[in-house]
């Protein structure tokens, strides 16, 4: 059963075209994603989906009689409205009802009142939507009822919207990033909501895990059309990896046959017969194909950035409070060198407070923290940098340095940085009153590596930025030999980067984890209860054995990063090593590199003997 088409629309705005002649449709129970890089229409076409804005060209066809509804990233809420009064808003009579039997209970109504209204609840046979209120309610933390909407945080206005929405029971769901603001645990809910739901949906996020699991059509908007794969994100990243090298092909096809063509074109004068004018016009649209790039979002980089000191960065029995609220205490780490670590925890334990306190904008109620000499830190924040809207966008970053130097003294430019990070020539001198909203995100983010820290702290860097930029963020990290930490609800960018977590608990405790997120993940889950079973004959427990002598899922996963561990010990073993064989090595450095051995030395021996201990069961 269709329930959406859209039939060659288009949107301009003044001379820039937005996006052309776009046409897809979708069935009953569809649930699609939306990939695209910043600036390419993605909110301008949902906007056009949910009836907001309308096309200039084309047409968007609903089935009629469903109910369709749109999660924006900046929703429009009653501001003045309770938060109580703002979930039920509206005028469907089963929310009206179980309003009504709330209220009562709350206010200790009873007799013909609290009996009209159950019978209401009863007459509606809306006792599910009671229970189904209450859960998602609690499932996205809302709790301060008697709170205006206007008093509440960006983060908390958008889960009472997304409340709101799912409480609607809508057929037609399109939603605009759903998982910012939303801590793990809440995004791992509405992963299991939409997907149990039978509702159709159509969304826009870079929670790459949340496509795996919810999506099974993933719709690919980019400057030359639109590509639409019947799968999830692992078989679209299989088929467009395909796609991309058949292109690839055609155009360097394209290309050998154009320069022949073109040779030709030269040396006619005129195209008079009908022959010679229709190989004209085949000129024209091989030359379109000819002259198209292919991406290369790859950044390989080899920084040259301020070497880093043994003293790195220190915390001897950190704690914070405000008030009567502990967020955490004792808490004591000391970093090393290349380490890349996660944070992670409910919103309101102390992330962002821990960062702050790192760059000196908060002091710690008890302990102390250590920076040492030879740190430059980098600090990607929440709320960005205050960006001049009349400023370029290579002015923008030219203002912090006009060269990133690398190593063998090469040096990446502005305008060279700014293309390996998806800003292409034709933007450059764009104002940045006309980047979108991930657009000016990434900018911020560029201003940062041109300073050339050597200790990058990230603040929910992937808020806001599409998939393809956050594989070149993810790949230049991967490359970048400094320290890490990272605050993120992204999973995948958290499992794909970090060696360690730092995990917030509700308690006052910060523990750090030897793994990354589904490490820590698979751990945190409650086991299975046993189930009873009979005494088994001598070959079943053969089998038994020989299942425990095989890796778990944990592992194996544990096995996979000690690899890359040892991996990245033994290079940089091997660097330490070269350096020791440098006449210029100064009596200060060796005594340091000495020290840092012992450390590297230590970590292979505990590794490898794990590393050892794990390679036995694997077959």
């Known amino acids: 059963m269709n329930y959406l088409s859209v039939e060659n629309i288009s949107r301009r705005f003044g001379e820039r075209v937005i996006f052309k002649d776009i046409s897809f449709g979708m069935a009953k129970g569809d649930k699609l994603a939306l990939v695209a890089q910043n600036g390419t229409g993605k909110s301008t076409l949902l906007n056009i989906l949910a009836q907001l804005d309308e096309p200039d060209d084309g047409q968007v066809v609903y089935r009629k009689g469903i109910k369709v509804r749109y999660l924006s990233q900046d929703p429009d809420l009653p501001v003045h409205l309770k938060v109580w009064d703002a979930v039920f808003e509206g005028s469907d009579p089963v929310m009206r009802a179980v309003k009504k039997y709330e209220e009562c209970i709350e206010n200790q109504v009873e007799g013909e009142e609290l009996q009209n209204a159950i019978d209401q609840i009863e007459e509606l046979k809306a006792w599910d939507t009671e229970v189904r209120v209450k ?17 509440l945080s960006g983060g908390q206005k958008k889960r009472l919207a997304l409340a709101r929405l799912l409480l609607e029971n809508p057929d037609f769901l399109i939603l605009d990033e759903p998982t910012n603001h939303l801590d793990l645990d809440m995004i791992e809910w509405l992963e299991r909501f939409l997907i149990n739901e039978n509702l159709t949906l159509l969304m826009v996020t870079h929670d790459r895990y949340f496509l795996e699991r919810v999506c099974n059509v993933i719709l690919e908007m980019d400057d030359h059309g639109l590509y639409s794969y019947k799968g999830n994100y692992s078989y679209f990243l299989e088929k467009r990896e395909e796609r991309k090298q058949i292109e690839a092909s055609e155009i360097t096809k394209a290309k050998n046959l154009y320069r022949k063509e073109l040779d030709w074109m030269r040396r006619q004068p005129k195209a008079r017969g009908t022959k010679a004018k229709a190989r004209v016009d085949s000129f024209y649209d091989l030359k379109q194909v000819a002259k198209r790039k292919i991406d290369q979002c790859e950044v390989e980089l080899e920084i040259n950035m301020q070497r880093l000191g043994s003293k790195i960065l ?155 930029t956050l ?76 299942r425990s002598n095989k890796l778990t899922f944990n592992e194996k996963r544990e096995f996979g990063l000690l690899e890359k561990d040892i991996e990245r010990l033994e290079k940089r073993k091997a660097q330490i090593d070269q350096k020791f064989l440098q006449a210029d090595t100064s009596p200060e450095e060796l005594m340091e590199l000495s020290e840092e051995l012992g450390i590297v030395l230590q970590q292979l021996d505990e590794k490898g003997d794990r590393w050892l201990e794990l390679s036995e069961k694997v077959e």
């Not at 859960?135 to 008093?151: A, C, K, N, P, S």
């Not at 600090?379 to 130097?405: A, H, S, T």
């Open 135 to 151: 859960t998602i309610l609690t499932e996205l933390d809302i709790h301060h009822y008697d709170l205006e909407v206007g008093q």
């Open 471 to 546: 594989n070149v963020l993810e790949n230049f990290l991967l490359d970048f030999p400094g320290c890490v930490l990272i605050v993120s609800h992204d999973r995948y960018f958290m499992d794909k980067l970090v060696d360690h977590l730092f995990v917030f608990n509700q308690g006052t405790e910060i523990r750090d984890f030897p793994g990354n997120y589904s490490l820590w993940r698979n751990e945190k889950k409650p086991p299975k209860e046993a189930k009873a079973v009979k005494p088994e004959s001598e070959k079943s427990e053969k089998k038994k054995s020989d």
């Open 314 to 468: 220190e915390f001897h029995t950190v704690g914070k409070s405000f008030g009567e609220k502990h967020l955490f205490e004792k808490f004591s780490y000391k970093f090393v060198r290349g380490e890349k670590a996660g944070i992670i925890g409910k919103n309101g334990t102390g992330k962002s407070t821990l960062l702050n306190m790192v760059m000196g904008l908060t002091e710690p109620t008890s302990g102390k923290i250590v920076v040492g000499d030879t740190v430059s830190m980098g600090y990607y924040n929440q709320e960005g940098m205050n960006l001049k809207p009349d400023g370029r966008v290579i002015e923008i970053v030219r203002e912090v340095g006009e060269y990133l130097p690398l190593n063998k003294g090469k040096k990446l430019s502005a305008a060279q940085l700014l293309e390996r990070f998806l800003f292409p020539r034709s933007m450059h001198f764009n104002r940045v009153e006309k980047l979108s909203g991930g657009e000016k995100k990434r900018l911020h983010l560029l201003t940062i590596l041109m300073k050339n820290p050597n200790f990058l702290i990230l603040d929910e860097p992937t808020n806001d930025l599409d998939i393809m």
